[in-house]
């Protein structure tokens, strides 16, 4: 028995030790320092103005928040951002400035999930390598007068941690929203859905992509 | 009197239950292993799902996600090798006990939380398979329990690689292979 527990121990030893050396070097791996699941710092006090009050006008878009948003919006505030309605994104999204960079979508969720659709022009973070995605990003960033983040929506929570790290990046904290619907309200409401890499041109109806699996 | 072993020790010294438990629990842990080591930060925030480590310090999650996928394929290719088997699967048991416990609560939360029938329950538990129901995995886990177990008490070391690299007589046990069933 002992002879076990002394091999249990040395292969336990030796493991760790080769795994933390393959994670090092492994393209994907983790750093052991990063905060990846960061929280407002310091914490909120004060509910952030909803972003209704500056959302410009688009024609059949309502400015009431929807009884779905609630939690989601209640959330987004006690994390110190600010929450965005579907209403409003959906007007930037249909608003002229779009294309020219006014507004910038970005989706927190995974690679694959982004590239299975995302909101057409959407950007996509990557949250393992929030510094090198920022950083990329950082031209479209700096000119947007609004980024939108999103993930999926309902309990997902990529969309509040990648406007922290957004914020810790030193981008605008004024500028950025948390759409808290995210992708399944956009798809939800048959909204354009671009499909691969940004500006694929690849546009599907939301509703033909419900029900395709969650990150 | 009858010295001959029982049926039991005979079908071990066989080798081939011992060589059927590490190629199964073996290839599962390389395969499992292999799907959390090639995503890790996804594997990490299912973990953290299972609110069972603080986010804070971020080191223990971080821990967590960047070695336990690479530990599991290390576990997983000794058995298969046949190389220190007793303490890699015990190893794997230990693994597998936490494992358990923790979809276990996960699901027993949910069963207080939500109301649902136990068997209805399902989630992505991070294991490397994807959504799976909690009346097929905890099953499941203790078959592969049982498996360890299998591993942890064969006398045999027949198709080991560790039988090569340190004959019979040098063994911690001492046990080989018994001659034939006469």
């Known amino acids: 028995m002992k002879s076990i527990l002394r091999e249990f121990v040395w292969i336990g030893v030796i493991g760790v030790v080769i795994s933390l050396g393959l994670n090092t070097v492994s393209p994907r791996g983790l750093r052991l320092s990063e905060d990846y699941f960061p929280r407002s710092s310091p914490p909120p006090t004060q509910p952030a103005p909803p972003a209704t009050s500056t959302a410009p006008s688009s024609q059949g878009a309502t400015t009431l928040p929807e009884p779905a948003e609630d939690e989601g919006f209640k959330y987004v505030r006690e994390q110190g951002l600010q929450p965005i309605s579907h209403a409003e994104v959906k007007a930037l999204y249909e608003d002229p400035a779009y294309p020219s960079g006014a507004y910038v979508f970005v989706d927190a969720r995974t690679r694959d999930l982004y590239l299975a659709g995302h909101i057409p022009g959407a950007y996509h973070m990557e949250r393992e390598r929030a510094k090198e995605s920022v950083e990329s990003l950082r031209p479209a960033l700096d000119q947007a007068i609004k980024i939108i983040v999103y993930c999926n929506g309902g309990n997902c929570e990529d969309s509040t941690f990648a406007a922290i790290q957004m914020q810790r990046e030193n981008v605008n904290a004024m500028v950025i929203y948390v759409y808290p619907g995210g992708m399944d309200q956009w798809k939800d409401r048959d909204l354009p859905v671009e499909k691969g890499e940004r500006g694929s041109g690849d546009l599907v109806k939301g509703r033909t992509l419900l029900g395709e699996p969650h990150g | ?182």
């Not at chain 2, 190389?83 to 699967?89: D, F, I, P, Q, V």
């Not at chain 2, 699901?107 to 538990?125: H, P, R, V």
């Not at chain 2, 078959?143 to 070391?157: A, D, E, H, K, P």
């Open chain 2, 1 to 182: 009197m009858d010295n001959r072993p029982g049926l039991l020790r005979r079908l071990d010294q066989t080798g081939v239950p011992l060589l059927i438990a590490r190629l199964i629990l073996g290839g599962v842990f390389v395969y499992n292993g292999a799907v959390k080591a090639s995503h890790p930060f996804d594997f990490m925030k299912m973990v953290r799902e299972y609110h069972m480590v603080p986010d804070h310090p971020a080191i223990f999650l971080n821990l967590i996600g960047s070695a336990l996928p690479w530990l599991e394929i290390w576990c997983g290719l000794l058995l298969i090798l046949g190389l220190a088997m007793r303490g890699s699967a015990l190893l794997i048991l230990t693994m597998l006990v936490g494992f358990t416990i923790a979809v276990t609560v996960r699901a027993l939360n949910i069963y207080f939380t939500e109301g649902k029938a136990f068997c209805e329950i399902y989630f992505d538990c991070g294991c490397g398979t994807g959504i799976e129901w909690i009346c097929g995995k905890i099953p499941k886990n203790l078959g592969m329990c049982i498996l360890s177990l299998v591993i942890l008490f064969s006398r045999s070391r027949r198709f080991c690689l560790d039988a090569v690299i340190r004959p019979p007589g040098a063994t911690d046990s001492g046990v080989e292979v018994a001659p034939a069933v006469r």
